[in-house]
């Protein structure tokens, strides 16, 4: 799976036999009305630019998880509940309950990571490091 912003990239290598999917978003206050459009009416209560980045990068790896990309109806990839725990936000899809994601805001990056519900990627050392580094410069 692969997914850029900008100049930076972000790419998972894996056995076919493991569902995942992962995005990289850039926070951008101009895409806003963009990214209202796709809302479901039970995503419209989530307004502000983060929360609206962190969906649509939500949504993006779960297609790719899927192995569709955004080739079907927005109302499939919708969003059920959100947790943030320890800095990791974890997903749930109300259509796709076998799979959650699990996502991280460094600067203005979101990264999401879909995976099988019943496993949770350790994500602590990846984010650390992009952390510790200048976005830049990757």
Same mark, same amino acid.
């Given at each position: 799976? /692969? ?9 998972? =290598? ?9 995005d990289i ?5 101009? *895409? ?20 609206l980045t962190?969906?649509?990068? =939500? ?19 919708? &969003?059920?509940?959100?947790?943030? /725990?320890?800095?990791?936000?974890? &997903?749930?899809? *109300? ?14 990056? @979101?990264?999401? @990571? @879909?995976?099988? =519900?019943?496993?949770?990627?350790d994500l ?5 490091? &992009? =952390? ?7």
């Open positions: 799976s /692969i997914s850029h912003a900008d100049n930076l990239g972000f790419a998972a =290598a894996f056995n076919d036999t493991l569902l995942l999917g992962i978003e850039k926070h951008q206050d101009e *895409r806003a009305s963009y990214l209202q459009e796709y809302l479901m009416d039970k995503e419209k209560m989530y307004t502000s630019m983060s929360e962190l969906l649509w990068s =939500a949504k993006e790896a779960l297609s790719k998880c899927l192995k569709i990309g955004l080739t079907s109806s927005f109302e499939l990839y919708q &969003i059920k509940q959100w947790n943030l /725990i320890h800095d990791l936000y974890q &997903i749930e899809f *109300r259509y796709f309950p076998q799979f959650k994601c699990s996502s991280f805001f460094v600067d203005s990056y @979101v990264f999401s @990571v @879909v995976t099988l =519900a019943d496993f949770t990627p602590s050392g990846f984010k650390k490091k &992009i =952390a510790e580094n200048n976005l830049k410069s990757w």
